[in-house]
């Protein structure tokens, strides 16, 4: 399968990309995972935050999103890291991490990078770089630990 993928500054977005991404956040972390959490939280167009799609045949299979470190001293942040339900078992994760990290090093170099992991997936995260900066915690009653590289 071949597939598109895009590095996009939030102005680069259609209209159609903004809605595939928001649907497809909203199945996974909201109706799969029976989650309900306000996840359209004034982040996805705001400042220089980004977003790494993942496509075939203009339908998204895979996508993060990154955030602008937000001072001199504060790390990029990659979060809302999805596969779609008809893509898992391909390694579109990796490839999807592979690439919100270079991204995050190409546009923010002097900046560690951060994400907030649901707990089962530490070591899945740690194959990029990661290690555990906290203890685990409930986020929306989901485990999660805080990651750096």
């Known amino acids: 399968m071949a597939l598109d993928w895009q590095d996009l500054h939030h102005s680069e977005l259609t209209t159609q990309q903004l809605y595939q991404i928001l649907a497809l956040r909203n199945t996974v972390f909201i109706v799969e995972q029976i989650c309900p959490y306000q996840d ?11 977003h790494i799609l993942a496509l075939s045949d203009n339908k998204l ?11 001199e001293d ?25 690439q919100a990290v ?10 560690k990078i951060f994400l907030s992991a649901q707990a089962h997936l530490q070591r899945f995260y ?5 290690t555990a900066v906290s203890e685990t915690y409930l986020e929306d009653d989901i485990p999660h ?3 750096q590289n």
Request: aromatic share 8%; hydrophobic share 40%.
């Open 74 to 98: 504060r790390p990029a942040k990659i979060g809302r890291v999805i596969v779609s339900g008809e893509a898992r078992g391909m390694k579109l994760g990796n490839q999807l991490m592979e």
């Open 40 to 50: 359209i939280d004034g982040a996805d167009l705001y400042g220089e935050n980004r």
């Open 61 to 71: 299979l895979a996508y993060a999103r990154l955030l602008a470190p937000q001072g």
């Open 145 to 147: 630990v805080d990651m």
């Open 102 to 111: 270079a991204s995050c090093q190409d546009h923010w170099p002097q900046h």
């Open 126 to 130: 740690g194959r990029f770089g990661f």
